[in-house]
């Protein structure tokens, strides 16, 4: 069984920091990506970043050069580095595990306002 769990998410200015980080506390498996979705109000869910196995890593364009994802294979976990944060990058924060499923976090709140 998979459990993505999140944390790291909460509320910091425009041009802020934050680390996201997500961790499966159930078996551990061989996920082909890992990564990160966001979903605004109103708005539909989007790709922030993922990673591959083997490293490869994509971002949308309104977070490339801003936020850096990593892994860690043996361990099931992915984090996200996310620096310069705009208020446009509030959102619910969902980790996300491909395997012979698709796993899902339940989310974690990033705000960003003064």
């Known amino acids: 069984q998979v459990r993505l769990e999140e944390s790291g998410g909460g509320l910091v200015q425009p041009g802020g920091s934050l680390r996201l980080s997500c961790a499966n506390s159930g078996t551990i498996m061989n996920f082909d990506a890992m990564g990160w979705y966001r979903q605004a109000p109103g708005k539909q869910r989007e790709l922030a970043a993922t990673v591959t196995r083997d490293g490869t890593t994509n971002y949308a364009d309104s977070v490339k050069g801003r936020f850096t994802i990593s892994r860690d294979n043996a361990k099931n976990t992915v984090h996200l580095q996310m620096n310069s944060l705009k208020p446009e990058d509030t959102a619910v924060y969902l980790c996300?595990?491909?395997?012979?499923?698709?796993?899902w976090g339940q989310g974690t709140q990033v705000t960003v306002s003064s």
């Open positions: 996300y595990a491909e395997g012979f499923f698709n796993y």
